[in-house]
């Protein structure tokens, strides 16, 4: 377009006064195309390229309260999450509350909200990573609607604090049908495959680390230094990688693996939302850990990790249809260090105290 609208104004000189005139009203024309385009092609910045979403967004329903949503259709079997919705907070909340909600499901769990003065919203749990959902069980057969049950707990005064607990009851109506591959597509990405094995950089903490302290978790480089300069070793992440499928999420299980053998297991999401990667946490807490796993040799170097695609993690992430499939191993960094000084004799942090991992 610009060698266009360049061959135009070169022909206008010495020419009659209507192909002048031609040029103008050309240049208005597409000047403002040319102005959104960034002028000859789409210009981005010199660090990361964010590609633009080629699918839509999921449906989400809203509960009678109005204050929680999940996907307007959810499949049989998988877990099923409800979402707080903040912005419906009621200002006469605006004071230190707590909100316990269950679900009519046979297989309900619970999930508790704190309500902080001026309406700040969290979500309590005991895991570093956390996308603020909440489990309500698994359904195991089609329905149109579920039922929510919470209480509400809130301390009034300042002198002589009281504790006022209230119960209430709404309607979510979630269709509760099919399968996962009805309600996600699946998206073949050898991008992310090469990312996982050559940026993910996962290290396993068996005696904990940071935030989870005394607990095994697995530390992996999601969003690491998505603004920053991508030759500086601080900033190999997947950050880029994940930018650039924007409606993809990345859901995958990490299986933590000794000798072939699985040792734990942890499963999360994270999706690109532009110059960075929510869920902001590549801390996991792991499950399912092996009876044996303190009695193996951490420095036997025969440790690696497989990541596997979870659709039904990926079922947690309500801005997105598609998620990444893939199931790639690549070996895993594990140590006992527990401190900056000790993970840096053990090799795992780079020099000058910076862990590269996060």
Known sequence: MCGMLGGMNARSHGTPIWRGFLVILTTIVFAPMLVLLGGCGWRHGPDLVVAGATSTPPKLVTDSSGHFRTRAQWPVGSPLYVGFVRASVDPSWHSSRSLLVRSSLESTSERKWHV??????????AAPWDDGLGLMG??????????????????????????????????????????VDDVLKPASLPDIDEAIGSRLSPSFHRRGWSSVPK???L?????????????????QGMCRDLARHPDVTFAAKF???????????????????????????????????????????????????????????????????????????????ATDARTWEELKAAGVVAGGGTDVRR
């Open 116 to 125: 902080e003065r001026l309406g700040v919203v969290y979500a309590v749990v």
């Open 219 to 235: 530390v992996v480089a999601v969003m690491t230094g998505c603004d920053g300069d991508p030759n500086d070793p601080r900033n």
């Open 255 to 333: 299986d933590v693996l000794h000798r072939g053998e699985v040792m734990a297991t942890a499963r999360a999401w994270w999706r690109s939302t532009g110059s960075r990667v929510a869920p902001y946490n590549g801390e996991l807490l792991l499950e399912d850990v092996a009876a044996d796993l303190h009695d193996r040799d951490i420095n036997d170097g025969q440790w690696s990790l497989r990541v596997r695609s979870d659709p039904d993690t990926a079922l947690r992430d309500l801005g997105s249809t598609r998620y990444w499939k893939g199931d790639v191993t690549v070996p895993l960094r």
């Open 138 to 179: 698994t359904p195991t057969a089609p329905m149109d609607s579920l039922r929510l049950h919470r209480t509400v707990t809130k301390r009034t005064g300042d002198r002589k604090p009281s504790v006022q607990t209230t119960h209430h009851t709404s309607t979510l109506r979630v269709r509760i049908e099919g399968t």
């Open 215 to 217: 607990q095994p978790c």
